[in-house]
């Protein structure tokens, strides 16, 4: 193996700033996370104007890892520091366009579950209330870290179903409400 990581020396996620290189004539990098925040989970919308993350903003994120309670937040690529909480309680995000943002969490019956954002014409207002998250997987099956398909029909999801130990990936139609495994096989490292 060429060039192991050593975790010795490696930095803990939740120090390092979301930054991103702006491909111009500078290619500088710039920092997106202002000092004293914490980000995870950065994803950029279709059009490249918008990123979303999952903050904690300035609140400590006590050490949680399974269930962290993060906000989503949107601000403009060419404007980081205008950052707007668009939902409360999510994370691994992904867009669909430039207006809805899919997002993981626990819903309140107990199930991982995939639920999504849309984002108003006008969210830059930063007195806009925060968008109501709407479920969009059904309970009965565990649905985590979502990935968009463009077409705003479709989304990629992992799942574990009850009374399996594994986790597949399968296709959640939107507009259907119909999950459809696309899974490959059950390998050991996959089981929760």
Known sequence: ????????????LFTQ????TIHNSTSKFIRFTPHG??????AISLSANFIAVASYGSRSGGG??????TDTVVFKESNPST???????????????DSSIYF??????????????TLPENFEDSELQKAAPVRVTPPGVHCFT??????GKRIAVATRRKGNSYRHVEIFDVESDVLSCHCVGE????SL
Request: glycine fraction near 6%; aromatic fraction near 14%.
């Open 1 to 12: 193996m060429k060039n192991p990581i050593s975790l010795s020396k490696a930095v803990p």
């Open 17 to 20: 700033p979301l930054s991103i």
């Open 37 to 42: 925040a914490v980000d995870y989970s950065p």
């Open 64 to 69: 949680e890892f399974h269930d962290m309670h």
């Open 83 to 97: 950052r707007i909480v668009v939902s409360d309680h999510g994370g691994w995000l992904t867009w669909c366009g």
């Open 104 to 117: 993981h969490r626990q819903a309140d019956d107990g199930w991982w579950s995939v639920f999504q954002v």
């Open 146 to 151: 979502p990935a968009a398909f463009q077409d």
């Open 187 to 190: 390998p050991e490292f996959a």
